[in-house]
């Protein structure tokens, strides 16, 4: 069932983790850190699932979901968004924007994993 995992992410130690983990379960994960050019990154890519961060340079993760749903290439991909936040008007807007899953760091590695095995069936 592996495949590609886009993960927008700009913090260095969450995507080493991450890439980490997911590997270790046989998909391979493309990170991306730059706000400003991810959901054209992800309309090169068509990975199988996009983790994208909330906070990020150049452009926040409620803008970048809005760019991957409006393009008919990256309008159907499962997205798991990621906070540290996590307040209401964040998990609303994302909500609000498309989001598929919506989850607060800190998170278990068994919930990431769990939660891109389903959004990739």
Same mark, same amino acid.
């Given at each position: 069932?592996? %495949?590609?995992? *886009?993960?927008?992410?700009?913090?260095?130690?969450? =995507?080493?983790? *991450?890439?980490? *983990?997911?590997?270790?379960? %046989?998909?391979? =994960?493309?990170?991306?850190?730059? %706000?400003?050019?991810?959901?054209?990154?992800?309309?090169?890519?068509?990975?199988?699932?996009?983790?994208?961060?909330?906070?990020?340079?150049?452009?926040?993760?409620?803008?970048? *979901?809005?760019?991957?749903?409006?393009?008919?290439?990256?309008?159907?991909?499962? =997205? $798991?968004? $990621?906070?540290?936040? %996590?307040?209401?008007?964040?998990?609303?807007?994302?909500?609000?924007?498309?989001?598929?899953?919506?989850?607060?760091?800190?998170?278990?590695?068994?919930?990431?994993?769990?939660?891109?095995?389903?959004?990739?069936?």
């Amino acid at each position: 069932m592996a %495949g590609t995992v *886009l993960l927008i992410e700009d913090e260095p130690h969450i =995507v080493e983790a *991450l890439s980490f *983990l997911l590997e270790r379960e %046989g998909w391979t =994960v493309v990170a991306h850190s730059n %706000g400003a050019d991810a959901a054209e990154r992800a309309v090169q890519l068509q990975p199988k699932v996009i983790i994208l961060d909330v906070m990020l340079p150049n452009k926040s993760g409620i803008e970048i *979901l809005t760019e991957i749903r409006s393009n008919a290439a990256t309008k159907d991909k499962p =997205v $798991l968004m $990621l906070t540290a936040k %996590g307040q209401a008007r964040d998990r609303a807007a994302a909500q609000e924007a498309g989001v598929s899953v919506f989850m607060t760091k800190p998170f278990s590695n068994q919930a990431i994993i769990d939660t891109v095995r389903e959004l990739a069936q």
